[in-house]
């Protein structure tokens, strides 16, 4: 079966601004979209430039956008993608490094600026584990599974429009921490969310959701945050 | 090129690196390079649990989780090391949720363990135990992220995406490493007083494998170029179940749970092989339990795969508790397998051998063990050795906890003993120099590509699941061929930004260099122990063979193979059956 990949390109020093180039390939029957990457890397054009890693969904390195849709490469079937055409574009509102990678810095820096770590109450026993029990450790299902690949964050709206938005990634790891019954403050992770470009950006247009290689949903994770700080005033 | 100064430089951000960041920072300056992005690190790939006997579902004591490890390693693996690695790890998992890590939990609020391949009670002679730690089948993923978080909370400088091209070891003393920072392209130079490896392992050199395509063995290249042998590199495992064609891996906790191995006609063939334990017996014995089927003809539709069929746990379960197993089948497999078996295949897992080390992570230069100063190694890139020839399932995170906090540990009491710092060899950042200019110059005919994927096949036919004396006398002739053809190879990226062309020549380099050493031992070594099974030695040779394989390479190929005794120090030698 042949495609034809229309591929962002944009060489740093060489050219002002991205172009598109085409690659025709017989795609294999099981071929993902990075398999078709790796052939025309291999094979096509060595200068071809993008992330990857562990090749089945769990690194988060390949996000990208496919056919307008913010997918990982590795696990989009090309057989799944409709027309001859398939579109690879990096992911939108970063600053593109070159052709599919872009610079994560300012994506990381939110999800750091959370505080994306526990914060115990007291001192753990010594000798064996703090207990939890499965009603409180199923709170972090839906959130823990983040992959830090970024597809939610680049597709929201919200983050296009205030650039100093937290954006849903990190607003869905504050949630995985504030929800953990192992966790003691809450309220100091709440202040950092309760910010002006923080919980209160997000209008619940769920593009992250719809985004999420993983199927989680961040704005279903922002709602619950937004409650939180209701109830409790901060 | 940029001069760097850090007390301790950390090179990977797994596991076993980040443990060794954790305990080292706040008594020293710590920095930790890593050719990808951390929580992209292959760690994170790890699914079905870590090994330890805390007794929270069932009767369990370390010394059953150290006998296991002995018998499943057969009897290659040093015991000493191997006690150290049972022992503490319960107060490892212990610190480790500590630390926040996300485990699955009992109705009693404790850390839910399942059963997996070779961990059973009774000194092997009573039922599974279920002893693998788990945080449903994303163990991996949720032990890296929060280590990597623990790190940000105190501080630790990363380096992302710099590759490493250089280690400097002059004299049985290191100086730093030299690195590529990807994004920008230039190099840097990181003088250290002491260097720690956590590199990862070196199974991508096989064509169907489970590794990530950053898990390239550059670590174990890079002891070989500054004449530093490698053990028991010829012992690399097949995982039984990756997922046919591509080989991602199917957690060994599928059969766990009570998974199925079916050939063509139905059989759980596995009765001719293990009848004891069946699909749970180690993971040598069940590979080659598959490849025996799918050689004999009775794969599914004669084909290279069997089946791995889950249906009767129910879909409950295997959404509860192998979620990702599940996603897994429907994206890559287009199989949902609660409703239909998973097509499966041995795929190439896991590095058993690697850079000596003893339990504290310091580098061994030679059979006497002398530490080459101020290098140190944890994880799968070292080998202490905790695997032996064959390594049981959820003993790698394990190791890469435990020996990654024990040698942070060792470091940091090595900073506290006020050592000072080497310089910089005048010659070395001209060679990582050369090293990078020969490539990003190359405009020669031969491809990278082409002679990657030759590599990768002749490896799977020649080093497979099982070996022969003529197979291996091939893959040396191959080995000298494609680096022969490597002196001419030409790249089109000439560019200094994020070129991934120079990476993946480099990374073919470093593959074609510590292939050498997996075939020399591989050859040498005439008998079959857990992962190396030779079809023209099928018996382990314990009055010939039970010792470890050292190995030192020169520039030119040659490889000089060096031997040392295994520590035996509770178990003798037996039979190994399941």
């Given at each position: 079966m042949e495609r034809i990949f229309r591929v962002y390109r944009y060489q740093p020093g060489q050219e002002e601004r991205g172009r598109y180039q085409e690659y025709r390939v017989e795609v294999?029957?099981?071929?993902?979209v990075l398999d078709a990457l790796g052939y025309i890397k291999g094979?096509?054009?060595?200068t071809l430039t993008y992330r990857r890693s562990c090749r089945h969904g769990i690194c988060g390195s390949c996000a990208m956008t496919i056919n307008g849709h913010n997918r990982l490469a590795c696990e989009t079937q090309v057989k799944d993608l409709k027309g001859d055409r398939i579109e690879l574009e990096p992911l939108r509102s970063f600053r593109v490094i070159r052709d599919l990678v872009v610079d994560m810095g300012e994506f990381y820096d939110r999800y750091e600026a959370v505080k994306p770590f526990l914060m115990p109450r007291g001192a753990p026993p010594t000798d064996r584990e703090r207990l939890q029990s499965p009603e409180d450790r199923r709170k972090l299902d839906g959130a823990y599974e983040c992959i830090l690949c970024g597809c939610c964050t680049s597709s929201c709206p919200s983050f296009w429009a205030d650039r100093k938005f937290l954006g849903p990634a990190a607003l869905l790891k504050a949630y995985r921490y504030v929800f953990d019954s192992r966790d003691q403050d809450m309220g100091e992770r709440l202040k950092i969310v309760n910010d002006p470009h923080g919980l209160w950006r997000c209008h619940t247009i769920f593009n992250c959701a719809e985004a999420c290689p993983k199927g989680l949903n961040p704005t279903r994770a922002i709602g619950a945050l937004k409650r939180e700080v209701v109830k409790r005033r901060i | 090129m940029e001069y760097h100064r850090h007390e301790v430089v950390i090179v990977g951000a797994g596991i076993a690196g980040l443990s060794a960041a954790l305990e080292v920072q706040g008594s020293a300056d710590v920095a930790v390079l890593s050719k990808i992005f951390p929580t992209r690190s292959h760690s994170t790939a790890a699914q079905g649990g870590t090994a330890a006997a805390l007794g929270n579902m069932e009767e369990d004591h370390w010394e059953w989780h150290w006998y296991d490890t002995v018998k499943g390693s057969d009897f290659l693996g040093d015991q000493d090391a191997q006690e150290v690695l049972c022992r503490e790890a319960p107060e490892v998992i212990f610190a480790l949720e500590h630390l926040g890590v996300p485990w699955s939990r009992t109705e009693s609020g404790r850390i839910m363990q399942r059963p997996f391949g070779g961990h059973f009670s009774q000194f092997g002679k009573g039922s599974p135990v279920r002893r693998a730690c788990m945080v449903a089948d994303r163990n991996g993923h949720a032990i890296l992220h929060c280590l990597y978080e623990q790190c940000l909370k105190r501080g630790v400088r990363f380096y992302s995406e710099f590759l490493v091209v250089t280690l400097m070891v002059r004299e049985g003393r290191c100086h730093g490493v030299v690195a590529w920072d990807v994004a920008r392209g230039d190099l840097h130079v990181f003088e250290a007083k002491a260097v720690m490896f956590g590199t990862g392992g070196y199974a991508s050199a096989w064509q169907v494998n489970t590794n990530c395509l950053a898990n390239t063995g550059d670590g174990l290249a890079l002891v070989l170029e500054v004449g530093l042998p490698l053990e028991d590199m010829e012992f690399v495992q097949f995982h039984p179940t990756g997922i046919y064609p591509s080989g991602i891996l199917v957690t060994e906790g599928a059969r766990g749970e009570g998974g199925y191995l079916l050939n063509d006609r139905g059989e759980r063939f596995m009765e001719r092989y293990a009848p004891s334990k069946m699909e749970v017996a180690p993971r040598d014995i069940v590979s080659r339990a598959e490849q025996t089927e799918i050689d004999e003809g009775r794969g599914i539709g004669g084909k290279g795969y069997v089946h791995l069929d889950l249906r009767h746990l129910g879909k409950k379960l295997i959404l509860e508790k192998l979620p990702q197993i599940h996603e897994m089948g429907v994206k890559f497999a287009g199989v949902d397998c609660t409703e239909a078996p998973l097509p499966i295949l041995p795929t190439a897992h896991y590095a058993m051998g690697g850079i000596p080390t003893n339990v504290d992570g310091e580098v061994l230069a030679d059979e006497k063990g002398t530490v080459v100063e101020g290098f140190f190694a944890a994880g799968e890139c070292a080998c202490v050795s905790v695997h032996g020839a064959n390594r049981l399932g959820t003993n790698s995170t394990l190791e890469c906890a435990v020996f990654g906090r024990r040698t942070g540990r060792r470091i940091r009491r090595y900073m506290e003993a006020g050592v000072e710092y080497r310089g910089v060899p005048e010659e070395e950042p001209e060679r990582a120099q050369k090293k990078v200019a020969d490539i990003l110059e190359a405009r020669g005919p031969e491809r990278v590509s082409r002679l990657r994927a030759e590599l990768k096949e002749s490896m799977t036919k020649n080093m497979g699941v099982f070996r022969t004396g003529e197979g291996m006398r091939e893959q040396v002739e191959k080995l000298r061929e494609l680096r022969e053809r490597y002196g001419r190879i030409g790249i089109t990226d000439h560019q200094k930004v994020f070129n991934t062309e120079l990476e993946e020549a480099l990374e073919l380099g470093h593959a074609l260099a510590f292939c050498d050493v997996i075939v020399a031992g591989g050859l040498a070594r005439e008998e079959s122990r857990g992962a190396h099974a030779r079809k023209d030695f099928p018996k382990r040779d314990d009055a010939k063979w039970l010792k470890h394989t050292l190995a030192w390479r020169s520039e030119d190929g040659s490889v000089r193979l060096g031997y040392k005794p295994v520590a035996i120090t509770r178990f003798q030698p037996e039979e190994r059956k399941y």
């Open positions: 294999g029957t099981s071929w993902t094979e096509l054009d060595g | -």
